[in-house]
């Protein structure tokens, strides 16, 4: 499986953890609180961390050659975004800043390249916490106006149709206008994918945490479709536990890489006011789309491969060869 986009490569991890101090934490120590200032980062050896956001953000669980905190050495003195504690023994490397540029004096080419993942990631982030707040303020201003207006109501009815109203992403019927127009939105370079996203045991979950924390478990694993999502691609929810992702990419192997990200990134997910035992995994299936084929064919192809996984436990991924 790919590295997730904070997950370190051998060379980064031996090079950061070589420089930096080496520190043993069991549960449920508290490493750093939201808000408080620090000038250290964290590479976890061993264990896992979860990481609090607050607000609407889902926590998230990281683990083994992940790293939090480094926008304490990128931009200086820094008030931490999460708290951050232990939920099992770990080890841990706390780098502060001579430790930073020891690593920096020793290995230039791979710092920089760690510190431009970082950003990147970091950047893709804030433009989609903007797009988010983007949304939800037109959606607004779209809701105001309609009182006024009844052009403005039928505008922001044929919305509401084509979007699913508990995640915001698009729903069947804005899927199939979008694919109405994909030759148009086609790049030449790529070729379409499709990943089908299933919750596993959703049922169970609505039925021992109850159906508001169900919601907050499918807009969690929208937020974590949106975040796989690039410009040109299309997160929807297609009803109940079923998502889809329909993506524009190179070829198999990156389609892959986006099936095995999603799958990991829900089960880093934990909810701070639901009990610890609930744990999220998901099932996604995913095929590449010939373009002679009509969308009928793509989702059987996806659904094949999606059922492979639910046949075999569930909590992975499969794609189609």
Same mark, same amino acid.
């Given at each position: 499986?790919?590295?997730?986009? +904070?997950?370190?490569?051998?060379?980064?991890?031996?090079?950061? /953890?070589?420089?930096?101090?080496?520190?043993?934490?069991?549960?449920?120590?508290?490493?750093? $609180?939201?808000?408080? &200032?620090?000038?250290?980062?964290?590479?976890?050896?061993?264990?896992?961390?979860?990481?609090?956001?607050?607000?609407?953000?889902?926590?998230?669980?990281?683990?083994?050659?992940?790293?939090?905190?480094?926008?304490?050495?990128?931009?200086?003195?820094?008030?931490?975004?999460?708290?951050?504690?232990?939920?099992?023994?770990?080890?841990?490397?706390?780098?502060?800043?001579?430790?930073? #540029?020891? /690593?920096?004096?020793?290995?230039?080419? !791979?710092?920089?390249?760690?510190?431009?993942?970082?950003?990147? &990631?970091?950047?893709?982030?804030?433009?989609?916490?903007?797009?988010?707040?983007?949304?939800?303020?037109?959606?607004?201003?779209?809701?105001?106006?309609?009182?006024?207006?009844?052009?403005?109501?039928?505008?922001?009815? @044929?919305? @509401?149709?084509?979007?699913?109203?508990?995640?915001?992403?698009? =729903?069947?019927?804005?899927? &199939?206008?979008?694919?109405? +127009?994909?030759?148009?939105?086609?790049?030449?370079? $790529?070729?379409?994918?499709?990943?089908?996203?299933?919750?596993?045991?959703?049922?169970?979950? =609505?039925?021992?945490?109850?159906?508001?924390?169900?919601?907050?478990?499918? $807009?969690?694993?929208?937020?974590?479709? @949106?975040?796989?999502?690039?410009?040109?691609? !299309?997160? *929807?929810?297609?009803?109940?536990? #079923?998502?889809?992702?329909?993506?524009?990419?190179?070829? $198999? +192997?990156?389609?892959?890489?986006? /099936?095995?990200?999603?799958?990991?990134?829900?089960?880093?997910? +934990?909810?701070?006011?639901?009990?610890?035992?609930?744990?999220?995994?998901?099932?996604?299936?995913?095929? !590449? *789309?010939?373009?002679?084929?009509?969308?009928?064919?793509?989702?059987?192809?996806?659904? *094949?491969?999606? &059922?492979?996984?639910?046949?075999?436990?569930?909590?992975?991924?499969?794609?189609?060869?």
């Amino acid at each position: 499986m790919p590295n997730l986009p +904070r997950q370190l490569s051998d060379a980064e991890f031996a090079l950061l /953890a070589s420089t930096g101090t080496r520190r043993e934490v069991a549960p449920p120590e508290t490493l750093i $609180r939201k808000g408080e &200032y620090g000038r250290t980062m964290f590479v976890i050896e061993s264990g896992r961390i979860l990481l609090e956001f607050g607000g609407e953000l889902p926590d998230k669980l990281i683990g083994p050659r992940e790293f939090f905190g480094e926008l304490a050495l990128f931009v200086g003195n820094h008030a931490r975004v999460a708290s951050a504690s232990a939920t099992e023994p770990c080890v841990l490397h706390v780098l502060d800043q001579d430790a930073f #540029e020891r /690593a920096l004096k020793q290995a230039p080419a !791979l710092i920089a390249q760690f510190m431009r993942r970082s950003f990147a &990631y970091l950047v893709a982030s804030e433009q989609q916490l903007i797009a988010n707040l983007r949304r939800r303020n037109e959606d607004l201003m779209l809701t105001l106006d309609s009182l006024r207006q009844t052009q403005d109501q039928l505008s922001l009815a @044929q919305r @509401q149709i084509r979007t699913d109203d508990l995640t915001g992403l698009c =729903n069947r019927r804005g899927l &199939y206008r979008h694919l109405e +127009r994909l030759g148009e939105l086609r790049d030449p370079e $790529r070729q379409f994918g499709l990943l089908l996203v299933d919750l596993d045991d959703f049922k169970q979950i =609505n039925d021992h945490y109850g159906h508001l924390t169900g919601d907050g478990v499918l $807009r969690a694993v929208a937020q974590e479709l @949106q975040a796989a999502s690039a410009a040109a691609d !299309l997160p *929807c929810r297609l009803g109940g536990d #079923e998502f889809a992702l329909l993506v524009q990419v190179r070829d $198999r +192997r990156e389609l892959a890489e986006r /099936a095995a990200l999603i799958s990991e990134a829900a089960r880093q997910l +934990r909810f701070p006011h639901a009990p610890r035992s609930l744990k999220v995994t998901v099932s996604v299936g995913g095929s !590449l *789309c010939r373009d002679e084929s009509a969308w009928s064919v793509w989702y059987s192809d996806a659904d *094949c491969a999606l &059922y492979h996984v639910k046949g075999s436990g569930g909590d992975g991924w499969h794609v189609l060869p």
